[in-house]
């Protein structure tokens, strides 16, 4: 189709900010867009990678094989990769994969505006196309990050950190709330660091409060914090605003001190512990969002065995975990021997994630019988779809309520929702 544009979106929601910028300065440009379309049909595609592990890598190099192979068989005039893995391998790619017009990376690509010969509009507004349901949307409030864990390629692609100013974050929210949005993810590399640049100190409470203050923001839910140095204040305002959900994403990674150090996350077994304690009492209950890692160079059966008794003293509501895998350029793969069998990897991580389960499985089932406020995302089958303020969309368990003819709900509406059941992932209700 003639002036259509694919544009397709790999990784994680950070990427997902910089396709929804990209899209909407094309549909200014008199293009027709479409996201992560089933049947591309454009003349035009635009592959937004992701570079973070070895697995999110196969898949961006995949999906742009097969846009090559559809502009090989003249089903697509121009084809253009951006994001993390063209920022960090655009030499090898362009060699690779000629069929590309173009790569850019994580940062530039708005060039490719230029290289079409269209205008960016800067100060177009609305600033993006939301490509969520229109009642919530993903706000980046920075980039990069200056924590260099041992394993960990980000800041190897995005470099330091540096954090949006205050009043162009404000702007966009109110932006986002005439558009229609009650509900904001914010999301950050790390969260925790944000103003330190500009502002000389940790600046993330004074900036959550200020939007928490914003006429129609509903409810903003916050990701990827980090442990160290982590500021007391952001604990205050989740408290004391009743539209800053208690709800935080904190990756963690471990609690064996010897790993800890390996990793080079400059925090200890005693203050995790004393830090996990200080935010459940100081915002009673919050529910906790953490990713934890098995399998580290050097994690012995002992290290693990503390991850578990970790795991099982703290019942984070939602956990992810995964298998240590060697990034290349970063510290563990340089300095590091990978020395834990993969077996022994998928054991523990098997292990990990079954205990995380039963955690999961008792949280859910503690909810029957209350009362909680649920917006509807969408309708699915026979049932209605929607979350607490203790769930993050695409990650968290949902709350299923049965389609009833006589009493339609409407997508972006909250209700108040009685929990009549639970299962694994998901909870059940009905309207009140």
Request: glycine share 6%; with cysteine; hydrophobic share 35%.
């Amino acid at each position: 189709m003639r002036n259509t544009v694919d544009i397709i979106t790999m990784g994680c929601s950070k990427n997902l900010v910089d396709s929804e910028l990209l899209m909407r300065r094309f549909e200014l440009n008199g293009y027709r867009c479409t996201h992560d379309s089933k049947n591309p049909r454009g003349d035009i595609a635009v592959v937004n990678t992701c570079g973070f592990i070895g697995d999110a890598k196969e898949e961006s190099i995949n999906t742009i094989l097969e846009m090559a192979e559809r502009k090989r068989q003249g089903r697509l005039k121009q084809l253009f990769v951006m994001g993390c893995l063209s920022q960090r391998y655009k030499a090898e790619l362009e060699a690779e994969i000629p069929e590309v017009d173009k790569f850019y990376g994580k940062f530039d690509y708005l060039q490719l505006l230029d290289d079409l010969g269209m205008a960016r509009f800067e100060a177009c507004s609305p600033m993006r196309h939301l490509t969520t349901p229109k009642h919530y949307a993903y706000l980046k409030i920075s980039e990069g990050c200056d924590r260099h864990c041992a394993y960990c390629a980000i800041p190897i692609i995005t470099g330091r950190h540096r954090s949006r100013p205050r009043e162009d974050i404000l702007n966009e929210v109110r932006e986002l709330v005439a558009q229609g949005v009650k509900e904001l993810q914010v999301i950050a590399q790390e969260l925790t660091y944000y103003g330190v640049d500009l502002y000389g100190r940790q600046s993330i409470a004074g900036l959550v409060s200020d939007m928490a203050d914003i006429p129609g923001v509903k409810w903003i839910r916050l990701h990827y914090a980090y442990p160290t140095h982590f500021p007391e204040d952001l604990l205050d305002v989740m408290r004391e605003k009743e539209n800053v959900c208690r709800y935080l994403d904190i990756a963690l990674q471990h609690i064996s001190d010897p790993i800890l150090a390996a990793m080079q996350r400059h925090v200890t077994k005693d203050e995790t512990y004393r830090l996990i304690n200080r935010i459940r009492e100081k915002v009673p209950g919050i529910h906790l969002r953490t990713t934890l890692m098995v399998g580290f160079p050097g994690e012995t059966d002992e290290d693990f065995e503390e991850l578990m008794d970790f795991t099982k003293w703290a019942r984070f509501e939602r956990m992810g975990a995964f298998a240590y895998s060697e990034e290349e350029g970063t510290y563990s793969a340089l300095h590091l021997e990978d020395n834990v069998p993969e077996e022994v990897k998928q054991q523990r991580l098997d292990r990990l994630m079954a205990l995380q389960q039963e955690i999961s499985t008792e949280v859910g089932a503690g909810k029957v019988g209350k009362v909680m406020k649920v917006i509807i995302d969408r309708k699915e089958n026979n049932y209605y779809v929607g979350r607490t303020e203790f769930s993050s969309p695409e990650v968290d368990p949902e709350v299923l309520i049965r389609y009833d003819a006589d009493r339609p709900l409407r997508q972006g509406r909250f209700y108040n929702v009685k929990i009549t059941d639970s299962s694994e992932f998901d909870l059940y209700g009905t309207v009140l």
